[in-house]
Each structure stands twice: as structure tokens, then as C-alpha cells.
């Protein structure tokens, strides 16, 4: 229904994001989280509080140049592959993301995004209630410690930017390309660490890098779960998946205050890029103005995306996502309506 005028949306955008534009827009982010850093080390012997607070918008920063590498794996951002790679693998070395297994593994994330049969690559892991009352009591366990907030937010983020991105974890057998983007980023982080360290010392190194870094990664995976995983979200097994249904009713709208949409780079508009992933971020807010109907598709406000963190299974019969509470009131039931039908049969003296 709406892909024919998002794809000439899409065209409009790619015409428009001529190499001034975006050179200027990574330009300044970067210049903005250097500056900011450096701020931070100017100020550190004012109070480690002070910076602290600081550390917030500088973090917000490195969300933002995310973004735009983000839109250069989809070749959104410049319109010439050659320097959408360049940009994406030089951000990548901030945000600590080797951009081209990043850009393999999101390609895959949006071909099968919502598809039970698809699962593991990209995404959030996420069990159906089916399988989670199917598994033993120690693996119940360890999918709700995964899915608690305290790992899903906080160790998490730090385990996939810090240690796990510096592996192709995923793709180990895809190939020399896969490695290279790993190693190569590797190399150009050890370098940026090294520098930074030799102008400021560990110390100050570690004391202001550190929480920006921390900050941002809880951030971006704060965001890449509310765009999949709420409540009425779309996921469906083979027979019954499809590209447009899981892009417009898989994907949210997060409705964000408009300084969090600068610093996210419109990335909350999350059902129309997956719709048409070519449209730039400074687009999206222009395609919702264009369609009336898309805003209030999938939309969910800052207050109400806090509520998606009990959303954890999926439920194939009421075909929408439900807590662990759900699941277990919804046991209960079925085990005390067995057992009132049991007993109902024994005073009539039928055979249970």
C-alpha cells in the first residue's frame, strides 16, 4: 500500500543527500562528540559529578553518529556506495562497531525481521511460550536472566560493543570479508585508544571514555528493542510472513520528544525504514508528513516504550508479545481449571 510512494520518497531522498549535505551533518556530530570529550577532560578536576552529568549529551553524540552509520550501511546516507562504506568504517571506530559485518548482519536482521523460522542473526533472541514452558527449568532460567533489564541494558550493551564486535561472532564462516572489517577495526580502535591515552592518561582516559561509551551502547540497544519488541508487535512462521507486513506492524513508531529525535536521527520512525531502508534519516519525518495514515501505525511514546521491557514472549494464539507474569497466571489457570474438571469427574465416579 504505501511502498510505490515511499520508493519514490526514497528516490527524492537519495537525490537530495547530495555529498555536502552529509559530509557537513558526520561532520559536525563528530566535531561534537570530539569537542565534548575534550570538555570533559578539561573539567575532570572540577568534579567527577560535573562530568558525569556532561557525559549525557556526549553520549547522545555517539548515538547520533551510530545513526548515520547506520543509514550508510544502507547506502542512505551518500549516493555513491564508495563513500557510504568509508564514512560507516570510519564512525565504526567510535562506536566501536565493525561496520561491515555490522552492515551484513543488519541486512539480514531486515530480510527476516518478525520471521519465527528466521531467528538468531540481528535481533533480539525471542522465544515463543511454546517453546519457553518447552524447556527445562535451567534454561527458563537463562532465558529470563538474558531478558532481564539489569542484562539487557547494562551488561548486555557492554558485552556486544566491548568484547563481542571484536570477533565476527555469527559469521565466523562467512567468509575473509567478515574478519577483515573485524580486525581492521580492531586495529584503528587500539590505535584512537592508544593516542587518546598517551595526550591524557589512563585514568582520565578510562574515567571519561568509559561512561560515554557505556551510556551510548545501553542507549542503542534501548532503542533497538523498542522498535521490535512491543506488545502488538508482527511475528509469524514462513506461510504466513511477509516483508510489508513485517516492516509497517514489526516495526515501531517511536514517538520521541524532538531533541531525543535529533539525537537519534529520526530512528524511531522505525516501521517506514523498514519499509524503504534508502531513505535518509532527515526524510522519515517527511514521509510521516506526506501519509497521514503512518504516525499512528505502531506508535509508542517515550512513557509507554518503558512498558515494553516486560514484553518477552511471544504468544502464537493472542498473537501479540506477553510477560513472564502473563505466562504464569496463564498456567496456573489451565492447571486449576484441569484440576476443577478432575474433580467434577470424580463425584460423578467417571474415570479421569
Keep these: 500500500m504505501f511502498l510505490p510512494h515511499l520508493m519514490r520518497a526514497r528516490g527524492h531522498g537519495c537525490l537530495l543527500a547530495i555529498a ?11 566535531l561534537s562528540r570530539l569537542s565534548r570529550s575534550s570538555f570533559l577532560w578539561a573539567i575532570l578536576d572540577s568534579g567527577y559529578w560535573l562530568c558525569l552529568l556532561f557525559a549525557l549529551p556526549a553520549a547522545g553524540f555517539v548515538v547520533r553518529l551510530f545513526m548515520i552509520q547506520h543509514d550508510c550501511g544502507h547506502g542512505a546516507f551518500f549516493r555513491r556506495r564508495l563513500a557510504n562504506d568509508w564514512v560507516g568504517r570510519v564512525i565504526g571506530v567510535v562506536t566501536l562497531t565493525p561496520y561491515d559485518l555490522w552492515r551484513r548482519a543488519h541486512a539480514i536482521h531486515h530480510a527476516s525481521s518478525g520471521n519465527l523460522n528466521r531467528r538468531g542473526i540481528g535481533d533480539i533472541d525471542t522465544l515463543a511460550v511454546s517453546e519457553y514452558l518447552a524447556l ?27 568484547l563481542r564486535h ?28 592508544a593516542t587518546m ?47 510489508h507486513e513485517a516492516a509497517l506492524h514489526g516495526s515501531s513508531h517511536y514517538d520521541l520528544p524532538n531533541v531525543l529525535r535529533w539525537f537519534t536521527a529520526n530512528i524511531g520512525v522505525h ?22 495514515q503512518l504516525p499512528a501505525v505502531g506508535r509508542i511514546t517515550l512513557f509507554q516504550s518503558f512498558r515494553c ?18 505466562v504464569h497466571a496463564s498456567v496456573m489457570k489451565e492447571q486449576s ?12 465416579g467417571e474415570k479421569v
Design 309 to 326: 521491557v516486560r514484553m518477552v514472549l511471544w504468544d502464537e494464539r493472542r498473537r501479540r508479545l506477553v510477560s513472564f507474569r502473563q
Design 166 to 193: 571484536r570477533l565476527p561472532i555469527g559469521l565466523m564462516r562467512g567468509g575473509w570479508e567478515a574478519w577483515l572489517s573485524t580486525m581492521a577495526t580492531n586495529v584503528a580502535i587500539a590505535i584512537m585508544v
Design 136 to 162: 527445562s527449568q535451567w534454561h527458563r532460567l537463562k532465558y529470563r536472566l538474558y531478558r532481564h533489564p539489569i542484562v539487557m541494558f547494562g551488561v548486555g550493551p557492554a558485552y556486544l560493543f566491548i
Design 20 to 30: 555536502s549535505r552529509a559530509a557537513r551533518a558526520a561532520s559536525l556530530s563528530s
Design 337 to 348: 481449571t484441569g484440576r476443577t474438571c478432575a474433580c467434577s469427574k470424580l463425584r460423578k
Design 197 to 243: 591515552i598517551w595526550l591524557v592518561g589512563v585514568g582520565p582516559f578510562l574515567l571519561v571514555h568509559l561512561p560515554i561509551m557505556l551510556l551510548a551502547d545501553s542507549v542503542g540497544v534501548w532503542l533497538f528493542y523498542v522498535q521490535h519488541q512491543f506488545e502488538d508487535t508482527f511475528w509469524a512462521h514462513d506461510e504466513g510472513w511477509s516483508l
Design 271 to 292: 516501521h517506514v525504514h523498514h519499509l524503504c531502508s534508502r531513505i535518509p534519516y532527515y526524510r522519515l519525518q517527511q514521509v510521516l508528513r506526506n501519509h497521514p
